[in-house]
């Protein structure tokens, strides 16, 4: 395998047709500039031992030295070892509502950057552990699949809102189904599946998806988010300024209430735990305590290991070639000239 240290570096190289341009106009000037100074005749004798042709080599002679030069700048680098890494873990997939409930306020900020919060405190706790994130509303969608690479989740969690999922609902049953398709069920790691949900169940049978899990000896965790009692889901502007709550078609205010029963439930058919959310405490955290006393189990990951430099032979070229370039003369070799057969008369030469 090869690879650039300094990719960067590679774009210098967008200068060689700016030099060959440049070399271009300044002969068309230099030809013109003679042409007004004096006969063609008188100036090829003036210039006889001058060579065309060493100028373009001591050129192509140049150009070719930077190319080596950027070339050993951006330091190519070949892979010379293909390694199998053993790694243990657990394959966690977290599916996470993102339906329009999750803006309410009665866990702060809000259900959804609470939720947000703790799956970032569980990636900055894993090590070794393979971690996926499903957002569900009416429908499933895979934000990342199973992973070690922690930043890039990251980056995929920032930008999960309620608006990631343009149709409305809770479908628990269809998150639950989205990620177990994407487990690997040829390998024998333990599978768990985190759903961090209000528990407002409105879309497909979360408990017959629940049990078709449950059977493929997946471990399901629920985490609820908000209160029994409910809470009104505000309405914010562009500014970010309250304007109203969620309303009904009649005008009333719409009030989310946690469904605590749905969701122990679901833990309870999937071997799991179910943990109420709250303000305080960091249910992620507790559910990772859980899966770290599991039997972990190894998995492969193949990967190139070793990279040799090889930029010191490019560079080692560019020096040689500004060398040869300096020491090449644009004068005619005499006695080179004197046997060149496409020489005609005294006009053509080396």
Not at 31 to 45: M, P
Not at 227 to 235: D, F, K, W, Y
Not at 288 to 310: A, C, M, P, W
């Amino acid at each position: 395998m090869i690879r650039l240290a300094h990719p960067e570096y590679i774009y210098l190289l967008g200068l060689i047709p700016l030099l060959v341009v440049t070399y271009w106009l300044v002969l068309r000037a230099r030809q013109r500039a003679l042409q007004q100074f004096g006969e063609e005749t008188i100036l090829q004798r003036l210039a006889e031992s001058a060579s065309k042709r060493k100028r373009l080599v001591k050129f192509v002679t140049l150009l070719l030295a930077l190319v080596c030069i950027v070339i050993g700048l951006a330091n190519p680098q070949i892979g010379t070892r293909l390694q199998e890494v053993k790694q243990e873990g657990v394959d966690i997939f977290i599916a996470l509502d993102v339906s329009l409930s999750m803006k309410a306020e009665d866990i702060k900020p809000n259900r959804l950057e609470k939720a947000k919060l703790e799956i970032r405190n569980l990636i900055e706790r894993l090590g070794g552990d393979r971690l996926g994130l499903v957002v569900f509303a009416g429908e499933a969608y895979t934000q990342f699949p199973l992973t070690m690479d922690y930043s890039a989740a990251q980056l995929f969690l920032d930008v999960v809102d309620v608006d990631v999922v343009p149709v409305p609902g809770t479908a628990i049953g269809a998150a639950v189904k989205r990620a177990m398709e994407s487990f690997d069920f040829k390998e024998t790691t333990t599978k768990v599946i985190v759903i961090v949900t209000d528990g407002e169940n409105t879309e497909g049978d979360a408990f017959e998806a629940a049990e078709e899990a449950t059977k493929k000896r997946v471990l399901l965790y629920t985490i609820g988010m908000g209160s029994p009692s409910g809470s009104p889901i505000p309405i914010y502007n562009a500014s970010g300024r309250q304007t109203d709550f969620k309303r009904d078609r009649n005008g009333n205010i719409v009030v989310t209430k946690l469904d605590e029963v749905s969701l122990e439930k679901i833990a309870a058919i999937g071997n799991g735990k179910y943990f109420r959310g709250t303000n305080a405490q960091d249910e992620l955290n507790e559910i990772h305590k859980n899966i770290s006393t599991l039997q972990k189990k190894e998995f492969g990951v193949k990967q190139f290991t070793d990279y040799e430099d090889r930029f010191q032979y490019f560079l080692a070229a560019g020096i040689l070639l500004l060398i040869v370039e300096l020491l090449i003369s644009e004068r005619k070799i005499k006695w080179i000239a004197k046997w060149n057969p496409l020489r005609r008369g005294e006009e053509v030469g080396v």
